[in-house]
């Protein structure tokens, strides 16, 4: 056994950490177990277990002996051990072929051998072994940064199981990447990336350290490393790049990034150059945008787009997911300002309203002790939605979602001018009648805790006065034209006018009717001014098959078919020439996400697949006698 495979180590508890079964009698602690654990913890080498035991008899008992802690994701408990571990290896992103399983139970070993095939497995006999082996380790982790970035990605874990969907989880986890030019000062630990990456190195070249510096003196090679921080921590620096003549002779990404896009986040701000995959990778990169989850962090140097120009264009694209994933097919530009729909990091609440007419006002209303008191009264806002770049920065173009305006309830500070918008009008918060269901998560409540106290207190302070209507927001549209810079182009997002006949929603009944009443008021206007453009959907959104979910949400032919169009008016109105993304992988990304699903339920033998195969095969009188 090749104990320098080591990445992780699984221990049995009963008869193999310590000695005797702790639900029966009491235990007798191994002291040179105790000390291996830390040892290894010293060395970069992380401990997990998978026992049979009640977990809270267990975890009481490795908290008594101050252990508990260097432990990551404990499997405790009383179902079999096979898929458990073939589970934890999993979860932590990492290869059975790098795991040592240790278990007084031959049979539990060759279960687990039969799950993981690649597993490491070894009876208690073996710890003497590793004993001697982990003291001679170099302890080149004494501050426990590999504990701790596994920590974060057990408590992400958990996090994570309160997401229905990934994408949502990712969104709220408000991911941020900085790539850093100034690799030197970092030249061990990019070189300890490039040594020990495996499931996330695209070309597997392993290089001395020697070689690396020389490298990274070499001026015709453009190299960067990549670090990760997000609500959860700071994953430190997880990837690296060697970019020569447009082809990347390293691109590699640490375990630890596995699921958050990282890896296409850099290759698309590289924009796409040849990259030649040696061997297998668990996550493949393609010519498309960026996941949009993921923020920029703070750079040195900003990786450089070859489709910029050198014009000094600026453009602001704010508003929710009909935006946000339409510029998902458009390459990226350092002449892009997002205002999206994020998470607030400390509340956890998702902020979806920045684009609402009343809170774009309010940049322009507001005193900064005004916005102070709104975001500490009001939970569902967050201070710096209050301080968007509308009016502070000279935009070329801007584009503005309106779908919002047709369904946010807006609230009125008593005895003030200060206006904000929340949720569905058809269910104000001021109305008790509808405080359980927002308290339940039965009505839509953006991801804020409310308690009945809370609702009785806004109720209080604050009276709620309808929706927008069409004059106000033909109001709204002439004052900000008014104050932005005289050659700013508005280009606004409108709704669709036809029912979704599938809608389950009671809050978006009448929506389309709405949408139709704000349009017919903005094409009216905007006919009186060369400086409003309008995205109609009524012209992309076809069919009841081009919605996913509501009237509000589309399929990715109409997000592809909005980012055309906003293509279009930026490439009309500027000395810019964005291009998108071809339509190709669009296909290609339904097309494995269709056969990725369907293949988990056809290609079993007692799926109804094969049994209708079998079913046509007995009846041509085939079968076998």
């Given at each position: 056994?090749?104990?320098n ?19 029966e ?12 654990i ?5 060395a ?11 977990f809270?008899?267990?975890s ?8 508990l ?5 404990p499997s ?23 795991v ?14 039969h ?11 073996i ?7 982990a ?18 990605l057990?408590?992400k ?15 709220a986890?408000?991911?941020k990447?900085?790539i ?7 030249a061990?630990?990019i070189h ?10 695209y ?14 003196d ?11 921080n997000d ?8 990837g ?8 990347l002779?390293?691109?590699?990404f ?21 990259l030649e995959?040696t ?7 393609e ?18 787009n070859?489709e ?32 999206f729909?994020y ?9 979806a ?15 900064e ?6 975001a ?8 710096a939605?209050?301080?968007g770049?509308m009016?502070t ?5 801007i ?9 946010f309830?807006i ?6 001018d200060?206006y904000?918008?929340f ?17 339940n998560?039965?009505?839509f409540n953006?991801g ?6 809370y609702?009785e207190?806004?109720?209080?302070a604050?009276?709620f006065i ?5 004059e106000d927001y033909i ?13 700013t182009?508005l280009c ?11 809608n389950m929603?009671?809050?978006f ?7 139709k009443?704000?349009n ?7 006919g009186t001014?060369?400086r409003?453009?309008?995205i ?7 069919s ?5 979910g ?12 909005i ?8 490439n ?16 290609l990304?339904?097309?494995l ?5 369907a ?5 079993k033998l ?5 049994k209708?195969?079998?079913?046509v095969?007995?009846?041509t009188?085939?079968?076998r006698?």
């Amino acid at each position: 056994m090749d104990f320098n495979k080591i990445k992780l180590i699984i221990w049995d508890l009963d008869n193999t950490f310590w000695s005797g079964t702790i639900s029966e009698t009491d235990i007798k602690v191994i002291d040179q177990n105790t000390e291996l654990i830390k040892l290894l913890t010293d060395a970069g080498v992380i401990n997990s277990i998978c026992s049979k035991n009640t977990f809270e008899i267990a975890s009481d008992k490795l908290k008594e002996l101050d252990i508990l802690d260097y432990f990551v994701f404990p499997s405790i408990d009383w179902t079999p051990k096979g898929q458990r571990i073939k589970s934890q290896i999993k979860t932590m992103a990492l290869r059975a072929e790098n795991v040592l399983f240790i278990d007084d139970e031959i049979t539990n070993l060759e279960e687990a051998k039969h799950y993981s095939p690649e597993l490491m497995v070894g009876k208690p006999d073996i710890i003497n072994d590793l004993y001697s082996y982990a003291s001679m380790l170099e302890k080149k982790d004494v501050a426990h940064t590999r504990l701790n970035q596994y920590k974060l990605l057990e408590q992400k874990n958990i996090e994570q199981k309160k997401f229905d969907n990934n994408e949502d989880f990712l969104f709220a986890s408000n991911i941020k990447v900085a790539i850093h030019t100034n690799c030197k000062p970092e030249a061990e630990r990019i070189h300890d990336l490039l040594l020990r990456s495996n499931q996330l190195n695209y070309t597997k070249k392993r290089i001395s350290y020697d070689e690396l510096l020389l490298l990274l003196d070499n001026k015709n090679v453009q190299c960067g490393y990549v670090s990760v921080n997000d609500k959860f921590g700071d994953y430190g620096i997880v990837g690296f790049y060697a970019l020569i003549d447009n082809k990347l002779e390293h691109f590699l990404f640490s375990c630890r990034t596995i699921g958050l896009g990282i890896e296409q986040y850099v290759y698309s701000g590289l924009n796409c150059p040849v990259l030649e995959v040696t061997g297998e990778v668990v996550s493949s990169v393609e010519k498309k945008a960026a996941p949009i989850w993921i923020n920029k962090g703070t750079v040195e140097n900003k990786i450089i787009n070859t489709e910029s120009t050198d014009n000094d264009h600026l453009i602001l694209v704010k508003g929710p997911c009909d935006l946000s994933k339409s510029m998902t097919y458009i390459r990226n530009s350092d002449e892009f300002v997002y205002e999206f729909t994020y998470v607030n990091e400390q509340k956890g609440n998702s902020i979806a309203a920045h684009n609402h007419s009343a809170h774009i006002k309010g940049l322009l209303d507001y005193t900064e002790d005004d916005k102070d008191k709104i975001a500490e009264e009001c939970i569902f806002i967050d201070r710096a939605m209050l301080d968007g770049s509308m009016f502070t920065q000279k935009y070329d173009i801007i584009f503005l979602s309106t779908l919002i305006e047709s369904n946010f309830g807006i609230y009125r500070k008593k005895g003030t001018d200060l206006y904000l918008a929340f949720g569905s009008f058809m269910s104000p918060l001021t109305d008790k009648n509808n405080w359980e269901d927002y308290i339940n998560g039965v009505l839509f409540n953006s991801g804020n805790v409310f308690t009945k106290e809370y609702l009785e207190t806004f109720s209080d302070a604050y009276e709620f006065i309808g929706k927008t209507s069409p004059e106000d927001y033909i109001q709204f549209l002439e004052r900000i034209l008014d104050r932005l810079d005289s050659k700013t182009v508005l280009c606004l997002i409108l709704g669709v006018e036809f029912p979704y006949e599938k809608n389950m929603k009671y809050d978006f009944k009448e929506r389309h009717i709405s949408h139709k009443e704000l349009n017919n008021k903005i094409r009216i206007f905007a006919g009186t001014t060369d400086r409003i453009k309008l995205i109609d959907l009524n012209d992309i959104v076809k069919s009841h098959s081009d919605f996913a979910g509501d009237i509000n949400h589309y399929t990715s032919r109409i997000y592809y078919e909005i980012s055309i169009k906003i293509s279009e008016i930026i490439n009309s109105y500027t000395s810019s020439k964005v291009k998108g993304y071809s339509f190709f992988y669009i296909y290609l990304d339904m097309f494995l996400s269709v056969f990725k699903s369907a293949s988990k339920y056809i290609f079993k033998l007692d799926s109804p697949f094969f049994k209708f195969l079998y079913r046509v095969y007995k009846k041509t009188g085939r079968t076998r006698k």
